[in-house]
């Protein structure tokens, strides 16, 4: 049993993660900034990139969601703003994560 003083400090994830490697662009206040997803949420995206925009930047990129993972018959263009909110390194690959402050969602018809 846990002593009532113990807090529970662990993150928790707002959205279930997919798994998917995707290009982008994000454009920054610098420049844009070529990027693969490593995985795609409801609230944002972990990337790989050569350069990794700052913490805090503010983004915008857009992601072409495949008519096979949403469900549909069309591919799906869903066009983000947000902001970089934390930079990873494992097994040698630097990432960086970007939470969605805003979106909107366009069908591509065929």
């Not at 662990?10 to 997803?37: D, M, N, Q, W, Y």
């Not at 947000?82 to 970007?98: E, F, L, N, Y």
């Amino acid at each position: 049993m846990t002593p009532p003083s113990t807090v529970d400090t662990s993150p928790v994830r707002a959205a279930v993660r997919f798994p998917l490697h995707l290009e982008i662009s994000l454009t920054t206040p610098s420049g844009i900034c070529k990027a693969v997803t490593e995985d795609v949420s409801a609230s944002g995206i972990l990337f790989v990139a050569d350069e990794l925009p700052a913490i805090g930047t503010q983004v915008e990129f857009r992601i072409k969601m495949p008519a096979a993972i949403m469900g549909g018959t069309d591919d799906v263009l869903l066009h983000c703003v947000g902001r970089i909110v934390r930079h990873t390194k494992a097994d040698g690959k630097a990432s960086a994560a970007a939470v969605i402050d805003e979106y909107s969602l366009k069908a591509e018809h065929s």
